[in-house]
């Protein structure tokens, strides 16, 4: 197993540009999070899915967009890039609530 | 909303001496879970512990759930450089919330 993945590795943005994140889990895990994790500091919730096209918004949602049409895959979308969102982003999956999470290596990510 | 406080923010030990870090809640948790993040890393599971008072250990790791389940500490026996990385607690109320994380270093 592959685990989580994530693509790209790294990316550079200028301020409106947009791009997608992308994840995918071979676990079978029904459970998937974005986290956004700045500098010095945690993981905040930025979006989650329970299972195949059901996505709620967590703590920082604003100027991102989630998708879940497979069980594997849960892209983020940030559409109007902005300095703000200059941030290490993580996709974590679990099979349960309360389970361990399973984390993807992240995706640098800083717009200027 | 719940909230989760993780002390120190930072701690610089030399090797051999011991390390800890505290977590608490706002909030009652149902759970509380430990990773770990080595520097450029991912979080990465240690442990969860569920039940009030519960005390477990892996090597030289000691962890422990508060009698009231709003606190837990993370104990390191004997720190070597391999220990170095972020400690996260992360706390299930009604979600999962992450602390913001020890960082610790180590001096050989």
């Known amino acids: 197993n592959a685990g989580v993945t994530q693509t790209p590795k790294f990316r550079i943005l200028k301020i409106g540009q947009s791009m997608t994140l992308q994840c995918t889990q071979d676990m079978n895990h029904n459970y998937m999070y974005w986290y956004r994790q700045d500098p010095g500091m945690g993981l905040k919730l930025i979006y989650y899915s329970v299972g195949a096209g059901i996505t709620d918004k967590g703590e920082v949602p604003n100027g991102y967009n989630v998708s879940r049409s497979t069980t594997e895959d849960f892209p983020l979308r940030l559409e109007l890039a902005a300095p703000s969102q200059t941030s290490v982003y993580f996709c974590?999956?679990?099979?349960?609530?309360?389970?361990?999470?399973?984390f993807g290596p992240g995706t640098r990510l800083t717009v200027l | 909303g719940q909230q989760v406080m993780q002390i120190p923010q930072y701690q610089h030990v030399q090797e051999g001496e011991d390390f800890t870090t505290y977590c608490n809640s706002s909030?009652?948790?149902?759970?509380i879970q430990w990773y770990k993040q080595r520097p450029g890393g991912h979080p990465v599971f240690l442990i969860q512990l569920v039940k009030s008072g519960e005390v477990k250990k892996q090597k030289r790791l000691t962890f422990q759930f508060g009698e009231a389940k709003k606190n837990s500490s993370l104990h390191i026996t004997a720190t070597q450089t391999t220990d170095v990385g972020t400690y996260f607690c992360a706390g299930y109320g009604n979600k999962l919330v992450f602390g913001a994380g020890t960082i610790l270093r180590v001096k050989s």
């Open positions: 909030t009652t948790l149902s759970n």
């Open positions: 974590a999956s679990t099979m349960q609530i309360y389970n361990e999470q399973f």
